[in-house]
């Protein structure tokens, strides 16, 4: 097959917005997959060849119908802050940056039209002033956009309150371009948005979504300290339970990995776990008659909208943005994702503990996962080897902690474990030909027509 012309590609795709500059095309095929050492190694050569940046729809469908047309893979790109490689272009071709597409486009009875590429903080600007926001939302909720968090991500603060992007209800609708001779713009609702979510953009390109939004609170900031991580799970799964009390966020840390968060250390005292909290202004009594009963202490508070000092707002400390506090003082460090659920879950979490202790610093993330609370152990690690890495899941897995590995690119691998059939449906529906995001979903193989060879 013949090699591509990409000056030709570029002048061809004109006037759409394309960068050939080969330094800048690097930087925008990478995202956070250095988090993880073992994806580090596999993925640090990869680049695109074309960075295309559609400012409206009608381009992202030109560019869609030219590329298939020269069997040119595409991968969608919004932020690239996910962190397994999901942005990364594993066969070249073009980087579809979506983030010119930012639109806000409406919000009624709290359900919000947007286009892909807005991020997140900007959708809260436009929302927040009407007494609305994000139902829940990645700790990168000031970088990431709304598309690449519903392509790739799962969930974040708020999802002690709702769930994630898989509970039903949480996204509404998705209008979705198809990777065909003549892409189809399809719009997806109730049961079918199940398809493309957290499906890294392998079956579509996600333009614009509707979700609904939750009624805004004052969110008041508290950290709590506790003796030992015993008791600082509890007191996250009493905040959980505790019906009464409208919470945002209940992240909980040993001291293995609170001691990475520099800015906020002059109030964590040493050796102690903590509880990082987002609590309802009108919450704060029940919540520190609580924290008193779970032989608690409050350290660190700070009221709605106060963030004139240097520490950053608390929930930067937490989700994925704990391993990257730590990654900045130890590079040899990388994590952990399992699943702690089930009536045992706190059991789990002390064996966990007392299995691994200072090798995988615990560090949870109490959520609701239909209608009861769980959380995910997003533990550090203290890298050896890969060998040693796979021994600790495979601990995990049997002692009944689901791992969703994030050391791997491939969807399947990372979370679900399982084809997830819906999605691979689908794929073959939308993108035949394996164009998109191509490498990246095990369970298919594309129809014909292999993608075109890439010049030396
Ligand atoms: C510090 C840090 C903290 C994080 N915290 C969280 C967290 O709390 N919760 C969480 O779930 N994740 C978290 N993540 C992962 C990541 O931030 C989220 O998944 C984020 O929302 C991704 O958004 P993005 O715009 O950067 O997407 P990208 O990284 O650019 O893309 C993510 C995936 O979606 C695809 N994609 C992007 N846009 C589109 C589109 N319009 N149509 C189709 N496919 C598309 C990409 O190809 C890729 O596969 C974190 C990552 C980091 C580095």
Partial sequence: MKAIDWPGVLADLAPIECVADRALVR???????????????????????????????????????????RRIPVTPRGAGTGNYGQA???????????????????????????QAG???????????????????????RRTATIGGFIAGGSGGV????????????????????????????LELRGEEVMQAIHAYGTNGIITELEIPLARAWPWHEAVVAFDDIGRAASFGNALGEADGITKKLISVFDWGAAQYFKPILPHLPAGQAVALCLIADASREAFSLLAGDGGGRIVFERAAGDEAD?????????????????????????????LFDGPDYLDKIARAVAAFGDETPMHLEFTRIEGHVAAFGLQLMRFKSEQRLYEVIAWLEAAGCPVADPHTFILEDGGMKTIDEAQLAFKRQT????????????????AACPVAERPA
């Avoid at 596999?42 to 030219?66: F, N």
């Avoid at 708020?158 to 003549?182: A, D, H, P, Y």
């Fill in 88 to 114: 990364m272009p594993l066969q070249g071709g073009v980087v579809l940056d979506l983030g010119r597409l930012d639109r806000f486009l409406s919000l009624e009875d709290g359900v919000a039209r947007v």
């Fill in 158 to 185: 708020g999802s002690i309150q709702f769930g994630g992007l898989r509970s039903r209800g949480n996204v509404l609708g998705l209008r979705v371009i198809t990777m065909e001779e003549k892409p189809r713009v």
């Fill in 27 to 69: 930087q925008k095929s990478r995202d956070f997959f250095w988090y993880s050492p073992v994806l580090n190694e596999r993925l640090k050569a990869v680049r695109g060849d074309l960075l295309v940046s559609p400012a409206s729809e009608d381009e992202v469908v030109r560019t869609l119908a030219y590329c298939h047309a």
């Fill in 431 to 446: 993108d035949p030909l394996g164009l998109l995001n191509p490498g990246k979903m095990r369970g298919f193989s594309p």
């Fill in 118 to 140: 807005l991020k997140l903080g900007d959708l809260e600007a436009h929302s927040l002033p009407q007494g609305w926001e994000l139902r829940f939302h990645p700790s990168t």
């Fill in 310 to 338: 240097e520490i950053p707002p608390l929930y930067e400390f937490t989700w994925n943005h704990t391993t990257l506090w730590a990654l900045k003082a130890d590079r040899t460090i990388t994590y952990l994702q399992c």
